[in-house]
């Protein structure tokens, strides 16, 4: 057997390790484990010079294998691997141990977490013994992609992409496409016409030869992998089948239900509309109350389901901006009457926004504050005597004074929400959801569009509430994105995958019912099981499944964890 | 009473490795006796893999796949769960109490979830006396 030379490194992090975990006695202990030739902590092991030091010290010392202590392998597993590869070593000689979230960050006594820290890395170390040089592997990538959404992500995405050159196969349930924007008057900040940008656009990707788009369609489930996904759409009644090499998930967002708040009387006092019905009004020109009289008294509720524990716990992040727009738009067109802004902050980020609250601040508009975590205001219909059609009661804000406010029509800001159908959407192709049912990105900062599923990236307002120019970025981005992978001709798949030691199986099949890939298959003339490695994705099902321990999965194989366990557990008590 | 138990959790990297994070980076505290192995799927937790544990001397071990319907596999964790009973009767038969191995969901976004399931089944385990199966081993062979 080869002789095992590891190098550990012990990352400060700054003080985010270093601050809960003595790194220096943990690395200088290590020294005393069989095997390990180098032991080091470094302030910041993911920086340049951090990097170098694995390198040089791999070469100087003729390191085969590599353990790093410092954060989430979910957050720099890559970075290493990629060091590892730059001195010449395989990638998958390396081994993380997490002692950032999973220890210096959630405990508070210094002695545990760093008998905790010394631990894991024992782990590491017994693991990264067994580990074995594996091959990365690439497939060619079909160059078509698969859009699920027809809004302004969707729509943008496609026309990138097929503006390359590249075939696009659009997805809309619905029997238009263009989402919400087609909805909408008006475009907040820059007050442009919401249809003069859209129409075209859609007109675009009609007449585009490499755009083919499926109106009333959905999709189900999507089989394969990066580069060579299929699915089966159901369209003019007709089964249809697609083949693509990318995914790219852009089913945008669900105003919310603003009868939920009972507060505001929405879906019983009628002259309580929501934004959207708003900017139906204004599409249609004329803005009259229920009963056709020009309103006197215009009030806007901010934040209607939006930042608040009953409802929704984050910011819609749209609504202020979308409220101002509503505020110019009302002054321009009825000029006489009152606008009252009732709102709790006013969240204006973004280029050109807080200039149209400051410019928005001059029209003589009364701007009034709620405090959205106390009580939410209350609408009731006037008596015959106000002069009024609603009156809104609420305490505001900085004088903690109740007030009632007169209004004829009353615009609730309704916040977005995920889709009802987000979950299934999510399994079909794979993804995950937060916990507030938007679609989970690869890493929220450093890999925005890409998502856990190779291939698969979410877009728009699918992802978390945001405005148009937001969610065309992310589109186009994705666009690029998958543009890079097509212009590589192919993309490295799963290399962790199983395989089955012929000497061993006894032909008993068991691993066959278990793959949710049917990535396995009996040969009647071998007698054996053969994974077929393209198609497998790793999961190790199969492995822990087999009765003569057969099947070997691969990074993850049976060795290598029961050494981790005897590395975790095999260090004294006192420190 | 066990002062100092040593708890061995498999988490799948999807969910629940990803629940874990989540607890981290938004700094919840909670007690520090479990140490965490990565795999890709629950389905991958192989029976000896806790029984070793209870053999190198852990007196909990804990199993985190996604929930039910999310696992990134579609169904690793029903064949963990499967599993994961006829463990409990296996470990019961070796003398282990079958509360000294538990099975959770914990999604990604459950970070608050993690850290109490980690308090409450190291409270648990620390109720309980220290595990003897080690010991017992060692005088078999
Ligand atoms: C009232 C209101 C006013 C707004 N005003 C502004 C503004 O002034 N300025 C601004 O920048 N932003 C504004 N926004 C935000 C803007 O609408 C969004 O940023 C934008 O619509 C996001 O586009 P999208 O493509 O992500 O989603 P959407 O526009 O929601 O499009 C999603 C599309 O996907 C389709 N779909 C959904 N599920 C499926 C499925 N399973 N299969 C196939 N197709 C599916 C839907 O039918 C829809 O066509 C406003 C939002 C609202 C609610
Ligand atoms: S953008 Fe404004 S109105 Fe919308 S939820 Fe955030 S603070 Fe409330
Ligand atoms: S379960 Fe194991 S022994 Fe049975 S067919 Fe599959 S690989 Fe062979
Ligand atoms: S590791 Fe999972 S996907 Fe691969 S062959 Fe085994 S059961 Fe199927
Ligand atoms: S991936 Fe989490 S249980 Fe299968």
């Known amino acids: 057997m080869e002789e095992k030379r590891i190098g550990v490194y012990v990352c400060w992090c700054g003080t985010n390790i270093a601050a809960m975990v003595d790194v220096e006695k943990v690395a200088s202990g290590l ?77 508070t006594n210094r002695a545990e977490a760093t008998r905790k820290a010394r631990d894991l890395i024992a782990g590491a170390v017994s693991k990264v013994k067994w580990h074995e040089s594996l091959e990365k592997r690439s497939v060619p990538v079909n160059p078509a992609t698969l ?98 090499g990318n995914v790219i998930v852009a089913t945008g967002l669900k105003p919310f239900d603003a009868s939920r708040v009972t507060n505001y009387g929405y879906g019983r006092l009628p002259n309580v509309i929501t934004a959207l019905e708003f900017e139906q009004v204004l599409k249609d020109g004329v803005i009259l109350t229920r009963d056709g009289r020009e309103p006197k008294n215009v009030a806007i509720i901010h934040c209607v389901g939006s930042r608040n524990e009953d409802y929704n716990p984050y910011c819609s ?64 219909q006037a008596s015959y005597d106000d002069p009024c059609n609603l009156i809104i009661e609420f305490k505001e804000k900085f004088s903690g004074e109740p007030i009632e406010v007169p209004a004829d029509m009353v615009i609730l800001m309704v916040g977005m929400e995920a889709h009802e159908n987000a979950k299934q959407v999510a399994h079909g192709v794979g993804i995950s959801m937060c916990g507030n049912r938007f679609f989970i990105e690869r890493h929220p900062k450093l890999d925005p569009v890409a998502t856990t599923t190779d291939g698969v990236y979410v877009v728009g307002t699918c992802q978390s509430p945001k405005d148009i120019p937001d969610s065309v970025s992310q589109a186009r981005a994705a666009a690029a994105r998958i543009l890079a992978t097509i212009l590589a001709g192919s993309v490295s798949i799963e290399v962790t995958t199983a395989e089955v030691n012929e000497k061993i199986c006894c032909g008993c099949q068991t691993c066959i019912k278990v793959c949710p890939y049917s990535a396995i298959s009996y040969s009647q003339e071998k007698k054996v099981s053969a994974v077929n490695e393209i198609i497998c994705k790793g999961c190790g099902t199969c492995g822990s499944t087999c009765p003569t321990g057969a099947i070997k999965s691969k990074h993850f194989t049976d060795i290598q964890i029961l050494s981790q366990i005897e590395g975790l557990m095999s260090l004294q008590e006192v420190y | 009473m066990n002062e100092n138990p ?107 979830e993690f850290s109490e399931l980690v308090n409450e089944f190291s409270e648990s385990i620390k109720a309980l006396e220290p595990s003897q199966i080690k010991e017992s081993i060692e005088t078999f062979s």
């Not at chain 1, 321009?332 to 009152?338: F, G, H, M, Q, V």
């Not at chain 2, 999807?14 to 700094?27: I, N, P, V």
């Not at chain 2, 505290?29 to 893999?49: E, H, L, N, Q, W």
């Open chain 1, 317 to 380: 992040r749209t609504c202020c901006m979308v409220a101002l727009k509503f505020v110019n738009q009302l002054k321009s067109a009825l000029p006489k009457a009152t606008i009252i802004d009732i709102y709790s902050d006013m969240r204006s980020f973004g280029k050109g926004c807080e200039e149209l609250y400051s410019d928005t601040s001059k029209k003589n508009v009364m701007f009034l504050t709620f405090d959205h975590k106390a009580d939410l205001p209350q609408i009731r």
């Open chain 1, 31 to 107: 020294k005393e484990l069989p095997d390990i030739v180098v032991s080091k902590d470094y302030k910041y092991m993911c920086s340049d010079p951090g990097q170098d030091m694995i390198i040089q010290d791999i070469k100087n010392h003729n390191l085969n294998r590599i353990v790093v202590a410092a954060c989430s392998p979910r957050m720099h597993e890559i970075t290493f691997r990629k060091a590892l590869e730059n001195a010449g070593l395989n990638p998958y000689m390396f081994e993380m141990a997490n002692i950032r979230e999973h220890d210096s960050w959630v405990h």
């Open chain 1, 147 to 244: 859009i699920i959404g027809g809004g302004i992500a969707g729509i943008s995405a496609a026309l990138e992409l097929a503006n390359a050159g590249k075939q696009v196969y659009l997805i809309e349930r619905k029997a238009l496409l263009g989402g919400t924007v087609s909805a909408l008057d008006l475009t907040s900040p820059f007050l442009n016409s919401a249809r003069q940008m859209i129409d075209h656009k859609i007109k675009e990707v009609m007449d585009h030869r490499l755009i083919k788009v499926y109106l009333n369609s959905e999709v189900e489930q999507i089989f394969g992998y990066v580069g060579n996904f299929e699915t089966t759409i159901r369209y003019n009644k007709r089964e249809t089948r697609l083949n693509f």
């Open chain 2, 6 to 112: 040593k708890i061995i959790a498999f988490l799948c990297n999807w969910c629940s490795y990803t629940g874990a994070d989540l607890a981290g980076t938004s700094r919840m505290k909670y007690a520090s006796y479990v140490r965490v192995i990565r795999v890709m799927c629950s389905g991958r937790v192989d029976p000896t893999f806790v029984i070793k544990s209870f053999q190198e001397g852990a007196d909990g071990v804990l199993i985190c796949g996604c929930h039910p319907g999310d696992c990134h596999y579609h169904e690793g964790n029903y064949k963990c769960l499967r599993r994961f009973h006829l463990l409990q009767k296996y470990i019961k038969q070796m003398g282990i109490q079958p509360e000294r191995l538990r099975l959770e969901w914990i999604s990604a976004s459950e970070g608050r």
